[in-house]
């Protein structure tokens, strides 16, 4: 417990010229994180990369048909954040999560959970889009085939064409379906992983800079995307971009640090900023 | 007079050369204060100045070293009187020659020795005075020549720096020309050989006979010994403790990478890679008398107790021990392949519920295949010219079977044969090495440059 108190003294001593700039610092959260229909449920979560910790006990609902984005400068946790929702981080050697995620009222950090079929309920898409070397309708076809979703090859068809359809790309390949598929464009793999991912019906898709690699013409398409998928999914995204968080989310979260600094609706977060912190990131004056 | 004490004035003429570029350098654009006049930096003059004098000197000896013994000799032979050299074999003569040249330097001349040979031999001496003196007054005189050369063309506008990189340039292409041109000088020599032997053998026979006796009469009366050359058993052979070899090394290989790379901890994987590796620089040698005294004597005694017939010198043994002998070269690149994969491929399984078996499975090794592909065929190319474990191990005996408990010989294990012990180096028995050796060549070179570019095909995939 001491190292753990001394590891939080030392990173909010690192904060101390970010402090100066931004005003008072403050771990608590400003704004309200529940979600009127939560889907998944963090409190007071804290990721260690070894002794160093990078997130400050956040709390952060994930409601049912919604977008929540999560923005904030570089190294400030977001993505570590995201990555803890479907404990991607436990590829990462020395990673350690405390605290409590919830997913449908269920642990995800329970010793007895297997964090494999926890990542068929959370599915993520990535910054880089990255297409397996397969052709279009085996990548689309891979989860449902390691979980044995379809029982025959016409319901497996069906279900690759629907999810193809779903990520918007259905026109774009159907003739093609046998084609590499990392010979797609960027904006295309990107949504062909989309297209991967509700392929195995996840109740909540994880979006970390989904756009970064894209150019605006397809940041456009993934976007109205997002906000189609918000009928059947709940999504978390992380963007670098405000005008995106600004354009899908409903609500949003600005982490600083580790620190989960203030959330809300994305309207009242983008018009009127509670906390300096946020203001002074959203403004430009910081970040 | 010693070539090595030139070559050392060379340098140190080189060294002086250096010192003056530089100094008149500086001069030239009037002092250190002035040296951004310079076009080059002021190290560049100097090198310009000692490349000018070192490289033609030494292109210079290097051609009269070459050329000095041919020279001196063939004066020497214009002297001796024609009736000495009249009717006699050119081996003869070069006797002769000798017995000169050996008097000259004072070592043990061959036959008694004449007034006509003592004087061809003083003639010899002085004439290679004479040429070695006049050699270093010729290389110095270049030598300083080329400095001078340096010393009037340095000026502020002199671009030093371009025509040293260009000579630099010059001095790699040179070199890397080295390499290829021994490669391309022995693929003919082989070639011509090779073409010397099918005149005497027809390919048809070569490439298709079954029946592999290379042994041909040295006397007209010699019984047994009538010579065919039909390479089908050595092929055969080959393949067969090759293919032995790769059922031994690319599951274990393989599996070994797929574990080191994907499961083994760090503190394992630091251990055990260098470990693996090790198996690649045993010298093949050990690896042979550990196949033919371990290994083979194993396997009959296994044979024994299971009630079947093994030679003492088997297919299996060589090609278990040459499996092993592999198993790096499989392991390393599949090992580094693998390692290639992107994390995100591995990332984007897992986020779709994948366990990490899945993930390998069916995205790794198949994203890793071509580069695996190619590992394989490296080995199976390294397997199919090994020479050593399959001399000691395999047998001699060219038998045409399919049977691994039998004794079989290889290509390379008949090349050694044909060309070990006094042979007469124009019959069609140790020109039917440089045919096997050819074929040999053509295989391995075909399998080195389809892994090769299955390779290249991989890389270009992820980049």
Known sequence: MNTMVEAIDKATGAMSSAELAGGQHSRATVGDFTAVDPRMVCRNVDVWYGSKQAIHGVSLDIGKNEVVSMIGPSGCGKSTFLRSLNRMNDTIVGCRVTGSIQLDGQEIYDKGLDPVPLRARVGMVFQKPNPFPKSIYENVAYGPRIHGLTNNKAELDELVEDSLQKAGLWNEVKDRLDQPGTGLSGGQQQRLCIARTIAVSPEVILMDEPCSALDPIATAIVEELIDELRQNFSIAIVTHSMQQAARVSQRTAYFHLGDLIEVGETNHIFTNPQHKLTEDYITGRFG | MYAWILILTLLAVMAVAYQLGIKRAISSVGGLTQINALHSLPSYYGLYAALWAGIPALLLMGLWIGFQDQIVTSLVTANLSPDMLEGQSSGRIDLILNDIKNLATGNI?????????????????????????????????????????????????????????????????????????????????????????????????????????????????????????????????????????????????????????????????????????????????????????????????????????????????????????????????????????????????????????????????????????????????????????????????????????????TVTVQIVTLLTGDQEFDSAKTLAAFALGLTLFLVTLSLNIVALSIVRKYREQYE
């Open chain 2, 109 to 409: 001349v061959s036959a008694t020795v004449t007034p006509e040979v003592q004087a061809a031999a003083d003639q010899y001496a002085r004439l290679e005075r004479i040429a070695t003196w006049s050699m270093w007054l010729a290389v110095l005189a270049v030598a300083l020549g080329g400095m001078a050369y340096a010393w009037r063309r340095t000026g502020p506008q002199m671009r030093a720096r371009n025509r040293v990189e260009s000579i630099f340039l010059a001095i790699m292409i040179v070199f890397s020309s080295i390499a290829i041109l021994t490669t391309l000088g022995i693929v003919l020599s082989v070639l011509f050989e090779s073409l010397r032997f099918f005149d005497m053998v027809s390919p048809v026979e070569f490439f298709l006979g079954t029946n592999w006796s290379p042994q041909i009469a040295l006397r007209a009366d010699q019984v047994g010994a009538t010579g065919a050359f039909g390479a089908i058993p050595l092929f055969t052979g080959t393949l067969m403790v090759s293919l032995i070899a790769m059922l031994v090394a690319v599951p274990i290989g393989l599996m070994s990478a797929i574990y080191l790379s994907e499961y083994a901890p760090r503190n394992v994987r630091a251990v055990a890679k260098p470990v693996i590796e090790i198996l690649a620089g045993i010298p093949t040698v050990v690896y042979g008398f550990f196949a033919a005294l371990t290994v083979a004597p194993a396997i009959r005694d296994l044979g024994a107790l299971l009630g079947l017939e093994v030679a003492s010198e088997s297919a299996l043994a060589a090609g278990l021990v040459m499996g092993i002998m592999i198993i790096p070269f499989v392991s390393s690149l599949s090992d580094d392949v693998i390692n290639a994969v992107p994390q995100s491929m591995r990332d984007g399984s897992y986020a779709l519920g994948a366990t990490q078996s899945e993930t390998i499975r069916r995205v790794i090794v198949p994203a890793a295949l071509p580069g695996i592909v190619g590992g394989i065929l490296l080995a199976v190319s390294r397997a199919i010219g090994e020479t050593m474990i399959v001399v000691m191990a395999a047998g001699m005996a060219a038998n045409l079977t399919a049977n691994p408990l039998e004794s079989v010989t």
